[in-house]
């Protein structure tokens, strides 16, 4: 099987340029990984402390990848049978991009049509410059480094690529930017987010949570918030959320729950533009039914008066057992009971002073769920 190679070569400050979240060069390390590089070589001039911590969080997230100094240790690192996905210094691409070129059997460049607005890409001829992607081969990185002398590797291994017949596949720039300053690392990365895809189901996340973070999530990255960040806010909502269903504040345990699902939805967004994965977010999708099982389960004690008993405690661990166990099926109809939905209806009927009907409603909606789904598997 054959392996994917990065080079990832650093121009001055760029490769620690902020984009979505990360410096530039990991946002590389990770398209790359994402998209199947098992053998990566970053190729750098010198390592300056930013990019030393760069590299070790890259390590922390158990990303192996090697630092090489110059065009002879990179192809020294490289079979020269191994497929060789280049990525320049300065270049974002974003991951649909990228996997496409990956999956040419051939080698390829990634070109844009000339104009004055690509004039800072490299120029192939009096029609394309380079977009700063190519999917080369080990043999060619080794006969530019042994032929190299006092030329720079970039040009030098375009133009070899060049001469040996390479195969061109354009693009429109779309998705695609060669970063040289800040500004115009913000700008892609809101581009990035602008063209991400939510993961999200069911009415609420679909309807409301999607489109208001759609909306305000490239202000966020525009003020560099990072990951961790985002992913410590929607976590102590939910921490907050299960202390107010402690004390028995049934309206502002399911505010707070329903509000933690805009900081998830956003961190969601970020790690998937960045080809990132949050243990804190992973576990906070999955706990999200056990967590609206508490919150019910706090809401139907503190209902325990006079006249109702152990009533709304019973509806309430009817609602959310029939939700754990509603059968997991890849298409849902919007109007099928979740978590989110079913704290909507808890928390609407709370604020007008019924909470016991609304878990009612919860209990009627997600048995209904049940029913339906189960009635259509079989």
Same mark, same amino acid.
């Given at each position: 099987?054959?392996?994917?190679? #990065?080079?990832? $070569?650093?121009?001055?400050?760029?490769?620690?340029?902020?984009?979505?979240?990360?410096t530039?060069?990991?946002y590389?390390?990770?398209?790359? &990984?994402?998209?199947g590089?098992?053998?990566?070589?970053?190729?750098?001039?010198?390592?300056?402390?930013? @990019? %030393?911590?760069?590299f070790?969080?890259?390590?922390l997230?158990?990303?192996?990848?090697?630092?090489?100094?110059?065009?002879?240790?990179?192809a020294d690192?490289i079979? $020269?049978e191994?497929?060789?996905?280049?990525?320049a210094?300065?270049?974002?691409?974003?991951?649909g991009?990228?996997?496409?070129?990956?999956? /040419?059997? *051939?080698? #390829?460049?990634?070109? @844009?049509?000339d104009?004055?607005?690509?004039?800072h890409?490299?120029r192939?001829?009096?029609v394309?410059r380079?977009?700063?992607l190519?999917l080369?081969?080990? /043999?060619?990185?080794?006969?530019?480094?042994?032929m190299?002398g006092?030329?720079?590797l970039? $040009?030098?291994l375009?133009?070899?690529?060049?001469?040996?017949?390479v195969?061109?596949? $354009?693009?429109?720039?779309?998705? +695609?930017?060669?970063? &040289?300053n800040?500004? %115009?690392?913000m !700008?892609?990365?809101?581009?990035? =987010?602008?063209?991400?895809?939510?993961g999200g189901?069911?009415?609420w996340?679909?309807?409301?949570?999607?489109?208001?973070?759609?909306q305000f999530?490239?202000?966020l990255?525009?003020?560099? *918030?990072?990951?961790?960040?985002?992913?410590?806010?929607?976590?102590?909502l939910?921490?907050?959320?299960m202390?107010?269903?402690?004390?028995?504040?049934?309206? =502002?345990?399911?505010?707070?729950f329903?509000?933690?699902g !805009?900081?998830?939805?956003?961190?969601?967004?970020?790690?998937?533009?960045?080809? &990132?994965?949050?243990? *804190?977010?992973r576990?906070?999708?999955?706990?999200?039914?056990?967590?609206?099982?508490?919150?019910l389960? !706090?809401?139907?004690?503190?209902?325990?008066?006079?006249? @109702?008993?152990?009533?709304? @405690?019973?509806?309430a661990?009817?609602?959310?057992?029939?939700?754990? +166990?509603?059968?997991?099926?890849?298409?849902r %109809?919007?109007?099928?009971a979740?978590a989110d939905?079913i704290a909507v209806? *808890?928390?609407m009927?709370s604020?007008?002073?019924?909470?016991?009907?609304?878990l009612m409603?919860?209990? !009627?909606?997600?048995?209904?769920?049940?029913f339906?789904?189960?009635?259509?598997?079989?």
């Amino acid at each position: 099987m054959t392996d994917d190679d #990065t080079l990832a $070569p650093d121009v001055g400050g760029r490769a620690l340029m902020p984009i979505a979240g990360q410096t530039l060069i990991e946002y590389q390390v990770r398209i790359a &990984r994402a998209c199947g590089a098992a053998h990566i070589v970053v190729l750098v001039d010198r390592i300056p402390a930013p @990019l %030393e911590a760069a590299f070790e969080r890259l390590r922390l997230d158990g990303i192996t990848f090697e630092v090489v100094r110059s065009a002879s240790e990179a192809a020294d690192c490289i079979h $020269p049978e191994e497929q060789l996905l280049v990525m320049a210094a300065g270049v974002v691409a974003a991951r649909g991009i990228v996997d496409h070129l990956a999956s /040419k059997t *051939v080698p #390829t460049l990634l070109t @844009l049509r000339d104009a004055d607005t690509v004039s800072h890409y490299e120029r192939i001829d009096a029609v394309d410059r380079w977009a700063g992607l190519a999917l080369l081969n080990g /043999k060619l990185l080794r006969e530019t480094a042994a032929m190299l002398g006092d030329w720079t590797l970039g $040009p030098t291994l375009l133009r070899m690529a060049l001469q040996s017949g390479v195969e061109r596949l $354009p693009t429109d720039g779309s998705g +695609l930017s060669l970063v &040289r300053n800040e500004q %115009e690392a913000m !700008f892609v990365a809101q581009e990035l =987010a602008g063209r991400s895809r939510f993961g999200g189901s069911g009415f609420w996340q679909t309807q409301i949570v999607d489109p208001v973070v759609r909306q305000f999530l490239p202000q966020l990255l525009g003020q560099k *918030v990072t990951l961790e960040l985002l992913t410590a806010f929607p976590a102590t909502l939910m921490a907050a959320a299960m202390l107010a269903g402690a004390l028995g504040w049934i309206s =502002a345990s399911f505010g707070l729950f329903l509000l933690a699902g !805009f900081p998830m939805a956003a961190a969601g967004v970020l790690g998937d533009i960045a080809a &990132r994965s949050d243990r *804190v977010l992973r576990w906070m999708a999955e706990a999200k039914l056990p967590l609206l099982l508490a919150l019910l389960g !706090f809401a139907g004690w503190a209902l325990d008066g006079p006249g @109702l008993g152990w009533g709304p @405690l019973v509806l309430a661990l009817w609602a959310g057992i029939a939700l754990i +166990l509603q059968p997991r099926t890849g298409v849902r %109809e919007a109007w099928i009971a979740d978590a989110d939905i079913i704290a909507v209806e *808890v928390f609407m009927a709370s604020l007008i002073g019924q909470p016991v009907l609304g878990l009612m409603i919860a209990v !009627f909606h997600s048995v209904l769920s049940q029913f339906w789904l189960v009635r259509r598997q079989s």
